[in-house]
């Protein structure tokens, strides 16, 4: 009887053990999706995991919220996923795990170019970073609306004030509730700032109280002043909450709206042939840009993961062209990836204003300013938007004269800078 | 039953008689209290010790030993201002805005709720008919998740809400309500009354109940008017424990978070934030994330907390005595 428990205890040993060694390869991915990506992640992984059979993707689907607020924590922590996908690019680079060791750096950087440094911080200037979703910032026009008031829509070159005027005739004369709004977001109004002259880069770093900031901050509390932008927006929220207004452009309330590329799906599945919509990049400033501000997300690798060469497997594989291209098509997103971009994406199941639309916001990428691209990169961005909605808001209501709140997030900046460094 | 628990009880009776004859009849105690004591430590005890560490650090980093020791500079930046009714002249103005927002909210919210509460229990203590029905109508909102009072208050409020398509069919107009400061924080104090009234209602109505019938037949005998009989029978005898439900209110009302936060995310600007979102916004929702700040704000909290929770002691105490 004795050595029949001592042999089954010693099968169940040896199974144990088998069991664990064929899971050693369990590679957790932390995934949140704008529209359907870890769907297709999931589904072009499992292609993968055939391919591999020693390699066992786990994606775990996330909100974005979590992405944001909890795997920062989690890193720190050491109890973090061996993969997530990311938008805080610069942000969390003390943690990535290097694949330059594990890739083909020539292809990545044929492949991935400049968005490779957003990925990168200091002396941490390795590969880290396959950016899966390029996202730019740019305005959607109620074309209808324009069409119902008699209207011209303002062409190639128009500025934020053509456009202002343009929208509050349009509004006044169809009775439409605002005639622009744009995303409550530090990144959202990055752009225009930048069109307005901001640096954010400036001689002694970053900034958020140059000449140019100030302007764009003046002109932007005007607007909420006189009703040219929806005060629900940025008004309604406290703190550095993100609010949008895609409810408002799709219920026919609004006639000019800057958001980015990201919002196509919505626009495309919610206003069907209720009025007709269309792409028309960013305004031009006086600070002579007529720039958007670039974004979106990344596929990273953590150095504390177990499985370095499994990870970096993964990420390579979804940075291969053809599944990067079937990835893009699939999820709708612009690709950052150089050779899927010039060969063109035809997208999959979406209406031919979709279509435009997106091809309209890949068109706007030459236009992106140098500031707007380093901002992106900049690992302190996450600090600089929060401090410019919070510090923009109180403008806005009046707890603040915009004086105030420049000189207010130059302090803010200082602080953050000097609890970071 | 008991022929269960009996072999049990001589089970456990054994080692226990051992144990109480080793450390005496007077230590045993702590053998039962243990389990309570390792639990309280780990999970009350313990993150207070470390949140009065982390309020003297600096950084950004989660991990205790990474960060930089910076002794009492967090309650510093806290507490230089030029003057503290201006939180403009305040080098971290948001703190004070808060602290502000929360003192006048806890006044506002807790003058209301007492007074509706003592009405609504006064109107509930008397015969009326359906009675039983109107003290759970009153005690319901109670029930509510705090998000879910806060949801139902928005979809009411919003600009194309139920109030405003209601003003706007009797002619009167909407109004955004939730993009105007003033307007926002009165909501806020309202909503928050209305969610807890019927708590301390029901507080007060125990308290009402336990006023001795014969006192209110004596007064009727010597022919006192209404007013004289709440003014000189119920509220002397009422006032420990409506001093009870003030202190709990005011306790309650320093740590108001949840419903507000969902209610209007503590806008428009900084009109309805408070201190506790202060602390979570500079501590967990931000960046970078100042955990030694929003330590050292919590800690301040706790004071004002510790100093509410003492005078309910008190006020027990006084009231057992008497």
């Known amino acids: 009887m004795t050595s029949k428990i001592m042999m089954t205890t010693a099968l169940a040993g040896v199974l144990g053990l088998a069991a664990s060694m064929a899971s050693a390869q369990e590679v957790r991915f932390m995934c949140y999706s704008d529209g359907n990506e870890c769907e297709v992640y999931d589904d072009v992984l499992s292609r993968f995991e055939a391919d591999n059979p020693g390699i066992d993707v786990v994606i775990d689907v996330v909100p974005y919220q979590a992405i944001v607020e909890n795997l920062p924590v989690q890193l720190a922590a050491g109890t973090g996923p061996d993969i997530a996908k990311v938008t805080d690019l610069g942000g969390l680079n003390e943690y990535y795990l290097d694949l330059t060791d594990y890739v083909d750096t020539d292809y990545w950087d044929a492949s991935f170019a400049d ?44 500025t934020w004030d053509d456009w202002a005027a343009a929208s509050r005739a349009v509004a006044e004369a169809t009775g ?34 140059d000449d140019g900031f100030a302007a764009f901050a003046t002109q932007f509390v005007a607007w909420h002043d006189d009703g040219t932008i929806a005060r629900d927006v940025w008004a309604g929220q406290g703190g550095s909450t993100y609010r949008d207004a895609a409810q408002e452009f799709i219920n026919g309330e609004l006639v000019f709206y800057y958001s980015g590329s990201w919002q196509v799906g919505r626009m495309d599945e919610n206003v069907g042939d209720f009025f007709d919509w269309q792409v028309v990049g960013s305004p031009c400033g006086p600070g002579g840009a007529c720039s958007g501000m670039p974004g979106g997300a990344g596929i990273v690798g953590f150095e504390q993961t177990e499985h370095p060469e499994a990870v970096a497997a993964v990420i390579d594989y979804l940075a291969s062209e053809e599944i990067y291209a079937e990835v893009t098509a699939r999820t709708r997103n612009l690709p ?8 063109g994406v035809e997208y999959e199941g979406v209406s031919p204003a979709a279509q435009a ?15 707007a691209f380093w901002y992106q990169g900049y690992a302190g961005n996450r600090a600089m938007y929060g401090i410019t909605v919070e510090r923009l808001s109180q403008a806005i209501v009046g707890e603040l004269s915009v004086e105030e709140a420049v000189a207010r997030m130059e302090e803010d900046l200082a602080a953050a800078m000097a609890e970071t460094n | 039953m008991l022929q269960i628990i009996s072999p049990i009880m001589r089970v456990i009776e054994v080692p226990m008689l051992a144990l109480q004859r080793m450390l005496g009849t007077n230590k045993i105690a702590w053998v039962f209290l243990l389990p309570n004591l390792i639990l309280f430590g780990l999970f009350a005890f313990l993150p207070v010790i470390l949140n009065v560490f982390y309020a003297m650090t600096g950084g950004d980093n989660v991990l205790l030993e990474a960060r930089p020791f910076v002794g009492a500079q967090n309650f510093g930046t806290l507490t230089e201002c030029d003057n503290f009714l201006d939180p403009n002249t305040c080098r971290e103005d948001k703190f004070w805005r808060a602290v502000w927002n929360t003192c006048w909210f806890v006044v506002l919210q807790v003058g209301f709720m007492v007074g509706f509460s003592l009405l609504t229990a006064i109107i509930l203590n008397r015969d009326i008919r359906a009675r039983g029905f109107f003290r759970s109508v009153f005690f319901f909102p109670v029930l509510l998740s705090p998000v879910v009072v806060a949801l139902i208050w928005k979809w009411i409020l919003q ?71 709440f003014r000189r029978i119920t509220l002397p005898l009422l006032s420990p424990t409506m001093l009870v439900v003030v202190v709990l209110a005011l306790i309650k009302g320093v740590q108001t978070f949840d419903e507000v936060y969902a209610f209007t995310g503590g806008g428009p600007g900084t009109a309805t934030t408070f201190i506790i979102q202060y602390i979570y916004e500079e501590g967990f929702a931000g960046a970078p994330r100042l955990f030694g700040l929003a330590a050292a704000a919590s800690l301040l ?22």
């Not at chain 1, 200091?122 to 996202?135: A, I, P, V």
């Not at chain 1, 950052?336 to 060969?343: D, E, F, Q, T, W």
């Not at chain 2, 104090?189 to 301390?200: D, E, N, T």
Request: aromatic share 12%; proline share 5%.
């Open chain 1, 115 to 158: 968005t490779l440094n957003w990925y990168r911080v200091g002396d941490r200037q390795g590969y880290y970073g396959m950016h899966s979703q390029l996202t730019i910032t740019g305005a959607f026009a109620n074309a209808t609306l324009f069409e119902q008031a008699g209207v011209e829509l303002p062409g190639a070159g128009a």
């Open chain 1, 176 to 209: 439409t509730d605002f005639p622009m709004a744009i995303d409550r977001s530090g990144h959202r109004v990055a752009g225009p700032a930048v069109s307005y002259g901001a640096a954010l880069n400036g001689p002694d770093g970053p900034t958020l109280s």
């Open chain 1, 336 to 343: 950052a990836h150089l050779g899927v971009a010039s060969a």
């Open chain 1, 357 to 371: 639309a997106l091809n309209g916001f890949a068109a706007a990428l030459p236009d992106v300013a140098p500031a």
């Open chain 2, 159 to 229: 600009r194309e809400g139920v109030l405003n398509a209601f003003l706007d069919w009797t002619g009167v107009g909407g109004y955004n309500w939730l993009v105007d400061a003033n307007w926002a924080f009165t909501w806020a104090v309202f909503i928050s009354v209305w969610a807890h009234m019927g708590f301390y209602t029901l507080i007060l109505l125990a308290g009402l109940q336990a006023i001795p019938r014969d006192v209110y037949e004596a007064a009727m005998m010597d022919r006192a008017n209404p007013w004289r009989t």
């Open chain 2, 301 to 322: 909290v706790a004071g004002v907390l510790v100093v509410l929770t003492l005078i309910q002691l008190w006020i027990n105490r006084r009231n057992v005595d008497g």
